[in-house]
């Protein structure tokens, strides 16, 4: 998942938009349901369209195999933090 947002999260965004230099996060929310399917997205950060574009990488996420509990597939949720750093 590392990968796949470091390689797809567009970090020159950050610069377009005029945020202070400094270290940024957003933080984004999503389950993977019983069937492995990325559901539930959400982000925070410090302005909407860095959570927008948190939101676009996180649904570019393949297909994943579901947690299992008891040897049953569950759903589980996660939390994915991204960190940008703002410089001149």
Do not use: C, W
């Amino acid at each position: 998942i590392t990968k796949l947002v470091n390689k797809n999260y567009r970090t020159d965004l950050s610069q377009e938009l005029g945020l202070t230099f400094g270290k940024k996060k957003v933080y984004v929310m999503f389950k993977i349901d019983k069937t492995g399917k990325i559901t539930s997205i959400k982000a925070r950060g410090p302005h909407a369209r860095l959570e927008k574009e948190a939101i676009r990488v996180v649904e570019l996420i393949p297909q994943m195999t579901p947690g299992k509990q008891r040897s049953r597939p569950v759903s589980v949720s996660y939390t994915l933090p991204i960190t940008l750093l703002v410089q001149e």
